[in-house]
Nanobody, 123 residues
Framework: QVQLVESGGGVVQAGGSLRLSCAAS????????MGWFRQAPGKEHDFVAA???????GYANSVKGRFTISRDNAKNTVALQMNSLKPEDTAVYYC?????????????????WGQGTQVTVSS
């Protein structure tokens, strides 16, 4: 059974940092893109960042320069380093594994999803 498990969420003041981690089990995703999405209350899932099988990255404009996605294929994990956090970054953050090797921003390109981790940024 494939599972993606996020960790590292929490409450942080504006300007602070958090590091989210996602551990995959049940199969290896070294040949697949991995992504992070988020959902704020009352809103749709929004793309945050993605990383291809080879390490090419893509970011939403709202997080570019502040967030960094990385992966460790040996450990089957992906991480999201979030710096200079803003209150508008408050959301549930989801890790996802794509069916393509290439980083995509469309959530329909992702087959497996974690349960989400809450990030709250206070002003």
């Amino acid at each position: 059974q494939v599972q993606l498990v996020e960790s590292g969420g929490g409450v942080v003041q504006a300007g602070g940092s958090l590091r989210l981690s996602c551990a995959a089990s049940g199969r290896t995703f070294s040949s697949n893109a991995m992504g992070w999405f988020r959902q704020a209350p009352g809103k749709e899932h929004d793309f945050v960042a993605a990383i291809s099988w080879s390490g090419t990255t893509g970011y939403a404009n709202s997080v570019k320069g502040r967030f960094t996605i990385s992966r460790d294929n040996a450990k089957n994990t992906v991480a999201l380093q979030m710096n200079s956090l803003k209150p508008e970054d408050t959301a549930v953050y989801y890790c996802a594994a794509g069916r393509s090797p290439y980083a995509r921003s469309n959530l329909a390109e992702y087959d497996y999803w974690g349960q989400g981790t809450q990030v709250t940024v206070s002003s």
